[in-house]
Each structure stands twice: as C-alpha cells, then as structure tokens.
C-alpha cells in the first residue's frame, strides 16, 4: 500500500476512535448520578425509605389522605431533578384527601447513587414505590403521575407497565433514539443529530445490557389498557407535539390528550396552575375516585 494511503487510513482510524471515545465520555456525562438536598417533610408528609428490587435505597416523602384505604398517587420526577419537583403537586392532592407518595429515583436526590438509565432501571425503583404505596392504602386505587423519566419508569418495567389504576404521562419521549436526537438538534441543528445520535444510542448494549428499540415507551404503552392522560408541552423541542400525539395514538384503553400551549420540555415538570390542577382533579376523580 502507498505511503499516503497509509497515512490516510492511519488518520481516518484515528479519526474514528476519537469520536468514539469522545461519545463514550459524553455518554458517561448523561447517565451519572448525583445527589442533591431535598428539603425535610412538613406537617401531614413524612420522610421514609423504600428499597428497590435491587437492593438500593431511595428517599421518599409519603403524605396521609383523608382515611387510612384513601385513594392515592405516586408522583415520579424527571431527570436531573428530585421529589422536591413533585412535592407542591403531592401537598396540594393531600390537601384535597389523597394519600401521596414522593420518590427520588436511584442517582438523583438522596437516594443511592447509581446510573441513570431512562427509565430502565428506574422502572425498579417506580414498582417498590408503586407496591409500597398500595400496601399502605389497604389495596385502595393507586393512580401515578409520571413527568419525562418518571413516566417512562412507569411504563417500561420487565413485567410491563406498573398495574396502575390512572396514569398520568407528562413529556414522555416515545423511543431514546428519537430523545437523544432532538435533544442534539435543538443545540447543534438537525444534520449533526442525525450523525451523533448513534454513537450516544447504541451505548445502551454496553451500558445496560439491551438495545435502543427496548428504551421505547411508545411500545410499552400499548402494554397498558387502564385510564390514561397525555400532556405533552406545544413548545417542546425535546418531546415535539407529534411524538406526544404518537404516544396518546398507541395507547389501547380509555385516554384524553392535553397539550399545553407555551410550554417546553422543563416547564413540563412544574406544572401547577390552576388549568392543570382542574384537569388533573377531574381526572382522578372519575377514574380512582375522589377521597
């Protein structure tokens, strides 16, 4: 082989394992954990421990409802975030009689440190949470309200989705190709999405153990045949209106669908007007029953 051939080949394998490994170092960048303060329980909450199916311990804040077999929801918080995200929501259901339970996934708030797995591995921690609070409530209707990562946790479990009585998904990206992709589109424009996007995906067999297609809660929702309420946000570059169109589609049971005018993909996480509020009281009510 000529000599410049030689060196052209030399720099392109060069080339090609830097940006693998530059992938493999920005890959390692989204899936640590870290922990954050999360303010103590007051009044009616209480602050507990719950441990996942796989042995980590995760924080917890659970607020009483009006009776001890009260209907209840467990609210499940968004990536890089904590219970403290869902705690004016859970305030205001116990405040109305439902029991509420608040969860901090593994890698986030104070609960153990681990990786972060867009809903993977989190789906144990949601479950141990979900079973918790069913047991607690003398087998009453349990509802969940999960935003981004926590509805993706809700659905994407070994066995399916969590056996909830109401769902509620807010901001739930539909598969994690289609996630990584917008998520480098709306910083770097759609053409280099479309190349990077691979390099992030496919960490996941590595890393997890399973295969871009198995993070997709669009699929598993069609595992899901109870109650179910969409909110997707009109202005979210992360979760475009038509993949939150896309997820309400595949969804086989009784469903609504709300997108939120003004509103991107972290505004989602904090919803807490008076619009939401009403809907998502009405909601509950005609599906776990007011308390």
Known sequence: MPLNRRIVLLCLILGLAAGLALSWVAGSAMVRGESSPVPPAEGR?????????????????YWSGRR??????????????????TAPTAAWLAGLGYAALTLDFRGHGQSDLAERSFGLREASDARA????LKRRQRGAPVAVIGNSLGGAAALLGPSGPLPADALVLQAVYPDIRRAIRNRI????TAAP????E?????QSKPRFGVMPGDLSPLEAVRRYRGPLFVIGGLDDRSTPPEETRALFAAAPGAKRLWLVPGRGHAA????????????????LGTTIGAP
């Open 45 to 61: 909450a209480r602050d507990l421990r719950i441990r996942s199916g796989d042995g980590l311990v995760l924080a917890a804040t």
């Open 68 to 85: 001890p077999d009260s209907p209840a929801i467990l609210l499940l918080h968004g990536v890089g975030s904590s219970r403290a995200s």
């Open 129 to 132: 949470a979900f079973d918790w």
């Open 185 to 188: 589109a709306a910083r770097l």
């Open 193 to 196: 999405a479309y190349v990077l």
């Open 198 to 202: 691979p390099l992030l995906s496919f």
């Open 268 to 283: 989602m996480g904090d919803l807490r007007d008076e619009a939401y509020r009403g809907r998502i009281r009405r909601f």
